[in-house]
Every structure is written in C-alpha cells, then in structure tokens.
C-alpha cells in the first residue's frame, strides 16, 4: 500500500523497510547546522510522522562545537553514515564527530547515544570541577559564619560576651 507524505526534495537517504509500513527519511548534509528539510532525520509508520529530530537533538554540545568549528576552521558537526538494520528494528547514525545514535524504527524513539570518549573525559572533568569549587565556597562560607558567632569580646576587661 502506498502511503501519503509531505515532499522530501533534499533527503539523502530515504528507507522503505521490507514490512510496507516503516519509512526511516535522513537528511545527512546538515548545512552549517541545519538541514535543509529542517530535521536531520525522521521516522514514519504508514505514512504517519512518529518522530524527527534536528541536528542539536541528535549531537551532544551542538551548538558549542559549530562555535568551535567556526573558529578553528574545522568541519561541522554533520550526518556521516547510517545503517538500516531491520532484523533489529533499529537505524544507526554516526556523526562526523564521533557520536552515534541509534533508533527504534517502529517508534522513531532513541535508544542509545554515545558521544566521542574525550567529550566524555571532558564533560566529567567539568562536573568534578564545578563540585570541587562549589564545595570549597560552601567550606569558606560556612567557616566564616561559624567563626564570626564564636568571637567573644571582652568588656571592662571583666565580663565575657558571645556574639
């Protein structure tokens, strides 16, 4: 049966799974950080939309490394290969970068995501730092306030008062 669905002039890769109902439609030119169809990738079933997603959906930091792509003179975050595996209902898509998502073609939703093993170190090492120094402002703080509330001064030199 054929099903009815919006015109995809700028598709670079269109899948019609086997079973007649799956459509896996992937826009893998992202220019300078959007696709022409305006989602990097969508999944129908009977001609229906179940799920699409745009280059930031898919790529971890995408917005920080099109900066960073724009000042080094290095290439874009883009689509690089992708891979219909119907025997596992699944569609891979690996990204120039390193990343790779992968789906559940009968309801377009991701099932697993990994991102390049640096960004990983590098997001880690973040997290750590943020912790290490919210830690330490909250040990100065609080030693502060505790010290301030111990002082005791001495009036006529006889008499003790806490404040």
């Given amino acids: 049966m054929l099903w009815p669905i919006d015109y995809l002039s700028t598709a670079n890769d269109v899948y019609v799974c086997n079973d007649g109902v799956h459509l896996v439609v992937a826009f893998l030119d992202w220019n300078s950080g959007a696709s022409d169809g305006g ?85 880690i090492a973040t997290v750590g730092l943020l912790l290490f120094f919210g830690t330490f402002i909250a040990w100065q703080h609080f030693s502060r306030r505790r010290a301030g509330s111990n002082c005791i001064e001495y009036i006529d030199g006889d008499h003790e008062m806490g404040h």
Avoid: C, H
């Fill in 39 to 123: 989602n990097a990738i969508e999944f129908y079933s009977s001609g229906r939309l179940l799920d699409s997603y745009s280059e930031d959906d898919l790529v971890v930091a995408f917005w920080p490394r099109i900066f960073a792509s724009n000042i080094t003179s290095s290439e874009f975050p883009t689509g690089e290969l992708d891979e219909l595996d119907e025997s596992a209902q699944s569609y891979e898509m690996q990204i120039n970068w390193g990343d790779v998502v992968k789906f559940d073609i009968t309801t377009g939703k991701i099932v697993e995501s990994r991102m390049p093993w640096i960004l990983n170190a590098f997001s």
